[in-house]
């Protein structure tokens, strides 16, 4: 035989050589949630080893993550019933905890970079990414509120807004806004090619922002298109979009790839919280490795085609380093 592929795998230098896909931290973007008072870590049960963190508490696990080398934070949060309406006024009103606790995080660690989550559903009295009228999700008039909530989030320091509604035209609509405003260096992280999953149960837990009636199929896309998110794509990307995304990760590496393969725009995926779940409840059966799932989990997404990873594993892959 003059060709044996086994001769490049014989060793773990040689292995290392020639690697086509390679994982870092750089890659990832820590989820973390955030709930208004002091001194609270509140445990969620389907979300192991993940809080909900008050704002004083959540300086110190930024501290500490960052002593690990993760630079990049998604921040998402818990809003109280009794602050929600149908028209998720609190999502971009001065006192709202939220805004205040990113001017916090940015005056502390002025170096890290801060991503958000633009959507009603934390602040919807109905639970629904958009404004619900007679039943129906109405996509224009939920435009301006989400354009609301954008500068009110680049006000308070976020670097990169992270769309995830997949109302039509908001990506346009969110970057004329900042513009106005004079934001034109806040980046757009759409989630472009967001999908009606059965993986996001623990976040809505996280969040309690299940919806109070119906379903998400009339705005989310159907798990069955994979075309469908070129177009999507496309869109977002001459409405003005930085980066695009596919959510959630395993169950759509193919789309992952489509988008990497047909676009320039970097890619970004959400391994969700339904994904780092079953690791985690598989794990404590002892039917699988955890830290080796994990990896390899990760290790797909990257593989696939994502430039960055937004995933609640970031913590854990980073202590792995250096352990």
Request: glycine share 6%.
């Amino acid at each position: 035989m003059n060709i044996r592929p086994r001769r490049n795998r014989k060793n773990a230098a040689i292995r290392d050589m020639v690697q086509e896909s390679r994982l870092g931290l750089e890659n990832l973007i820590f989820p973390v949630f955030l709930k208004d008072g002091t001194n609270i870590k509140e445990e969620i049960a389907s979300l192991p080893n993940i809080y909900r963190w008050s704002i004083d508490l959540l300086l110190k696990e930024i501290d500490s993550c960052m002593e690990l080398g993760i630079r990049t934070y998604d921040i998402f949060p818990a809003i109280e019933d009794h602050l929600k309406d149908q028209s998720a006024t609190m999502s971009y009103d001065p006192a709202n905890f939220y805004l205040k606790a990113i001017q916090k995080i940015k005056e502390t660690f002025p170096e890290i970079v801060l991503m958000s989550d633009v959507a009603l559903d934390p602040y919807s009295s109905d639970g629904h990414d958009g404004l619900v009228r007679n039943g129906k999700i109405v996509n224009d008039e939920t435009l301006p509120i989400l354009a609301k909530m954008s500068v009110a989030q680049a006000q308070a320091g976020i670097d990169i807004i992270g769309p995830s509604d997949m109302m039509d035209g908001r990506v346009g609509v969110i970057r004329s806004a900042l513009d106005d405003a004079g934001y034109t260096e806040t980046s757009i992280m759409s989630y472009t090619a967001k999908y009606a999953s059965a993986f996001y149960g623990p976040f809505r837990d996280a969040l309690n922002s299940a919806p109070k009636s119906g379903d998400k199929k009339t705005y989310q896309m159907n798990p069955s298109n994979k075309a469908e998110a070129l177009i999507e794509a496309q869109l977002d990307i001459e409405e003005g979009a930085d980066m695009i995304m596919v959510k959630p990760a395993l169950c759509y590496l193919d789309v992952i790839h489509l988008l990497k393969e047909n676009f320039a725009t970097p890619v970004t995926a959400y391994n969700v919280s339904g994904e780092y779940a079953m690791v985690h409840a598989a794990s404590q059966k002892g039917w699988i490795d955890y830290n080796a799932a994990m990896n390899e989990m990760l290790l797909s997404i990257r593989r696939a085609g994502a430039d960055g990873i937004l995933t609640y594993f970031a913590k854990d892959f980073a202590q792995s380093l250096v352990d």
